[in-house]
């Protein structure tokens, strides 16, 4: 049996309520964790440990659970740098955009597509990031959804079919027709490869009742849903969400009272991307602070994807969180950990305690505060990871 010892952890995060008294991270100063096997063996005080096969020594630096990005779109081909050139100039950001990726990825090899996502789950991990959702949605065809799905399994469990992101050319003609192969035939094909489904709520994309009819879909065939709710104005992704008990709505950029009260009153966790309100320059950010103050449970993302938010750095991703949507540090750590876990449905990740597997993440500094503190600031690498 293979054991290592991370001694000397300035400041342990475990997300764990029996750790810390009443702080939200059940935080523990000078601690140690023991790892054997992969799995969380021991957590306790600095110097406290028996002896293990090897010693690492953490020399003051805060360890958290590593992050967990509830939603990425990494697999993809093609490249929009144009466009993000042209918003900065003052372009408006259009749910179209999409075609162009799904261009660039049909005619994509799924060893191509596998080169290039791994190659972005490997710059997440060397931020921090131990877990990833991997949605479809630049396929919009069944050959090419099933082909992105097949490299997303290689790169995580929690898979979503996201046939529903936008109507793809050839449909144009035929909206209803689409709506109607994501239910049947394209369903019935990815279905075996994902644990979710999504759709894309928004004008220009899918209305509520497309988006009812497939998310019921999904559920018949026993997934699991999320939504893509609220990003570019108001409307109603976040009240379907919650009304069919999906496991999270996100973006929720634009909500109304009854909206955060939707969220607050639910099971659906608000997965707030602010890179992407970055990255399309939205005048507004998701109200962080008020969806926390009500109630709801708040998890944070990347939205990685080449259109709206080209970022793999949960890091990034909470420092946006605090300086625009009022979260605390701690709230956006937790968010990031503890509340994206939540938005997957998880209780095995997101966290530190004894049975769970390993997944820590070091950042080089004291404590957590530094991840908003020092913005961009390569602080982060995940020290042990073993979940898919
Ligand atoms: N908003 C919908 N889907 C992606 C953007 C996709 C794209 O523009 O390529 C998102 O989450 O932001
Ligand atoms: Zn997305």
Known sequence: MASVLYDNIGELVTNDPTHGGASLLGLRRDAAVVVEDGVVAWVGAAGGASPADERVDLLGRCVLPAFVDGHTHLVFDGDRAQEF??????EPYAAGGIRTTVAATRAASAEALLASATTRLDEARRQGTGLVEVKSGYGLDVETEVKMLQVARQLTDETTFLGAHVVP????????????LVCGEMLDACAPLVRWIDVFVEDGAFGAEAARAILRAGQ??????????NQLRPGPGVRLACELGAASADHCTHLTDADVQALADSGTVATLVPGADFSTRSPV???GRKLWDAGATVALATDCNPGTSYTTSMPFVIALAVRECHLTPSEAVWAATAGAARSLRRDDVGRVAVGDAAALTVVDAPTHLHLAYRPAVPLTRVLAATTP
């Not at 050139?85 to 003052?90: F, P």
């Not at 050319?169 to 109607?180: L, N, T």
């Not at 018949?220 to 709710?229: S, T």
Request: no cysteine; proline share 6%.
């Open 169 to 180: 050319a050839e449909w144009q003609h035929d909206p209803d027709g689409y709506v109607g």
């Open 85 to 90: 050139a042209a918003r900065m100039a003052g």
């Open 220 to 229: 018949a065939a026993g997934l699991g849903l999320r939504v893509h709710a």
């Open 285 to 287: 950010y998701p109200d």
